[in-house]
């Protein structure tokens, strides 16, 4: 009897449990990741590559921790081999969708034809992600589609911001380790200017100290981005008198009795020769676009009044405003920090709280919160509700922000000294950051200069021009481009981003 029960369980019933739990190792195998997106409302093809998205909690409480979200987008040629870039917007407070929807992102959106529909997306040409695998993440919790249930974990700063970051990207890469050996950039704009050196510096120090996974960080960008008070505060002058927008008269009253300090004159007494001529410079640029001087500016007719009492509109077609010279981008406020204010310690205004006291820019957001606060678009990128995440808006009113890292020169300074690479990239018509700034900060470091100041090209049209210095540090502008590069300039965008990445020459 014990010989048949043998034979039984040796022939009959551990075959089939060896056959049941390979049937469930297959199926858990050939189940799609959760994080894989495998449709997109307003696109109906298939993806050039493969894309991910989810949340990771930074704190390991998804119920009273902050939950980052990103969009991860494989590379389009080799992902298994190609860099890796973590891509921020800035503000702060401004959603990384920004970069996403309006500037490098996979696809790009056509507006709706009426209201209620959504965008139609269409293969972005010039997408970075032809050449990389590419991060956009909502950084800090609050931003975008980024949240925590304690809303007491909407109060950070600089330096909170960047530890959090660098522990998400750890446990990214947890999440996705078939990408650890990949080559590993930074990237970001504006009040990125901020975010990246920071991180990069979070992520550097976790390497030296063994910290695992270890993380293959090779280098950083930083596009028209806020660095130092001093530097970033007296850029506009030299810039708008160079660009033809004052006169010489009016700038040599500038440079006589402000004596080169341009960036504090709004503390000085109003009768003051130095504010009153500053004055003169606000009223010749008042109108002009602050993220690209050559693009036409939206006058809103009505915006005294909707301040007044407290319905600042969020479309152009609330003002009776119907001239679109841009086809899909139109944003009421932007997200760098504004150029009559550089970034000084303390807790950072956020940019609805300016709108709400001074119209900032002439565009505004309608594609980008149209598509992401769709309740289907939603779902299939795996972000939560409105009612949990709360709206998405291109820069949140949610946070409190403390700018508490001070000058990034000295995260400059020692990030090249330690051998990462670094490009500092400019769009030469934008007034919000000008370039000005960034070629005087990248020149004060003091490097000896190993490819002096030459044109570069892309389509076989002079591109910009760069200058590039010792340790690896590189500052190069973009020819008629704005705030947000890639917006203005796709191919040229693209153009220098692979050339960099590659280690080419630019």
């Not at 972005?124 to 590419?134: A, D, E, L, R």
């Not at 950084?139 to 911001?161: F, Q």
């Not at 609805?352 to 006291?357: D, E, K």
């Not at 090209?457 to 010792?470: F, H, M, P, T, W």
Request: aromatic share 14%; with cysteine.
């Amino acid at each position: 009897m014990a010989m048949e029960n043998q034979n039984f369980l040796e022939y009959w019933v551990l075959p089939l449990l060896m056959m049941l739990l390979l049937g469930h190792w297959i199926s858990v195998q050939a189940a799609p990741s959760p994080s894989l997106i495998t449709q997109l409302p307003g696109f109906n093809a298939n993806f050039p590559s493969k894309h991910y998205s989810g949340y990771i909690s930074i704190d390991g409480n998804a119920e009273s921790g902050k939950n980052l979200f990103y969009y991860f987008v494989s590379s389009e040629s080799s992902p298994e081999k190609d860099p890796v870039v973590l891509w921020l917007n800035g503000g702060p407070g401004c959603s990384s969708f920004d970069g996403f929807v309006y500037e490098h992102g996979p696809f790009n959106f056509e507006a709706a034809n009426s209201k209620g529909n959504l965008p139609t997306l269409h293969i972005n040409p010039y997408s970075w992600s032809k050449v990389s695998n590419i991060i956009y993440l909502d950084s800090p919790a609050g931003v975008g589609l980024s949240y925590s249930k304690n809303t007491s974990k909407y109060a950070t700063g600089d330096l909170e911001t960047a530890s959090d970051t660098h522990v998400f990207l750890l446990k990214w890469f947890q999440q996705f380790p078939e990408f650890q050996a990949n080559p590993f950039y930074i990237a970001g704009e504006s009040y990125a200017g901020v975010y990246v050196p920071t991180l990069a510096f979070e992520v550097a120090k976790g390497i030296r100290s063994g910290t695992k996974p270890v993380i293959n960080f090779k280098g950083y960008m930083v596009g028209n981005g806020v660095t130092d008070e001093i530097f970033d505060g007296n850029a506009l002058i030299p810039f708008v008198h160079g660009m033809g927008l004052i006169s010489d008269s009016i700038y040599e009253n500038l440079q006589s009795s402000c004596k080169g300090n341009y960036y504090d004159a709004y503390s000085l007494d109003e009768n003051d020769v130095c504010y009153k001529t500053i004055e003169k410079v606000d009223r010749a640029i008042d109108g002009l676009n602050v993220y690209n001087i050559l693009e036409p500016c939206y006058h809103f007719p009505n915006a005294a009044t909707a301040k007044e009492n407290g319905t600042l509109p969020r479309s152009f077609k609330q003002l009776g405003v119907t001239e679109r010279p841009l086809p899909v981008r139109k944003r009421m406020f932007g997200r760098a920090w504004p150029f009559r204010a550089p970034v000084k310690p303390g807790l950072v205004t956020l940019w609805p709280q300016l709108a709400q006291t001074r119209h900032v820019a002439c565009v505004s957001d309608e594609v980008a919160s149209s598509w992401l606060n769709n309740v289907a678009v939603r779902k299939a990128i795996h972000a939560e509700s409105e009612k949990v995440a709360g709206p998405w808006e291109l820069c949140s009113s949610r946070i409190e922000y403390h700018h508490n890292a001070g000058s990034m020169i000295p995260y400059h300074k020692n990030l090249t000294r330690l051998g990462y690479r670094a490009l500092i990239f400019s769009g030469d018509h934008d007034m919000c950051v000008p370039f000005t700034g960034s070629e005087a900060w990248t020149r004060s470091l003091g490097y000896k200069i190993v490819d002096e100041w030459r044109p570069w090209n892309s389509n076989n049209q002079v591109a910009g021009y760069l200058q590039a210095y010792e340790n690896n540090l590189t500052f190069l502008t973009i020819k008629g481009a704005g705030h947000t590069v890639p917006e203005y300039k796709p191919r040229e965008a693209l153009d220098f981003y692979s050339r960099w990445l590659e280690g080419k020459l630019i």
